[in-house]
């Protein structure tokens, strides 16, 4: 699922050569066996994070963007609950932080949620708010892979 605004289908490449290089990695690497941590693909342009956790109520997690970074989540094991809402006029709860580049939004009035399951991915560009790791019926162990695509500023 890739989902964005009309105005953006121009600025942003998804097929570009980082992105190609990122669905490589993701087809071509043992994904099960990668260990949590950082990855540095091709410097400060694709990064790859790896990730374990348990996902909570929605209600405990806030709506997150980044300035610098596409990012792609691609579920290895198990499911969740994510979260997508166009970042314009959202409330910020916790201002840019440039070194993990990361804003956090109040509780938007509307936004719409997907369910990831296993070997599923979604898109999101820095014009998205999301938010992930959210329970869909109970919590669930995740392991989930996050690229980072360095993207052109905002």
């Known amino acids: 699922m890739l989902t964005s605004k009309l105005t953006l289908a121009e600025k942003y490449d998804y097929l570009s050569d980082d992105f190609i290089e990122a669905f490589e990695f993701l087809k071509n690497e043992d994904l099960s066996q990668l260990k949590e941590g950082t990855y540095p693909i091709k410097e400060?342009?694709?990064i790859v994070n790896v990730e374990e956790y348990l996902t909570?109520?929605?209600s405990q997690v806030s709506f997150e963007t980044h300035n610098k970074y596409f990012d792609i989540h691609y579920v290895v094991e198990g499911e969740e609950k994510f979260g997508y809402v166009n970042r314009s006029e959202?409330?910020?709860k916790n201002e840019y932080n440039?070194?993990?580049d990361i804003t956090f939004?109040?509780?938007p009035q509307k936004?719409?949620?997907v369910v990831l399951n296993k070997g599923d991915f979604v898109i999101v560009s820095p014009e998205d708010a999301h938010k992930p790791r959210c329970t869909v019926d109970k919590p669930c162990k995740v392991k989930k892979i996050v690229?980072?695509?360095l993207a052109y500023p905002l």
């Open 111 to 113: 936004s719409g949620y």
């Open 90 to 92: 959202r409330d910020i």
């Open 44 to 46: 400060d342009k694709i």
């Open 56 to 58: 909570i109520e929605a």
């Open 147 to 149: 690229i980072k695509i």
């Open 98 to 100: 440039e070194i993990e």
């Open 105 to 107: 939004y109040k509780e």
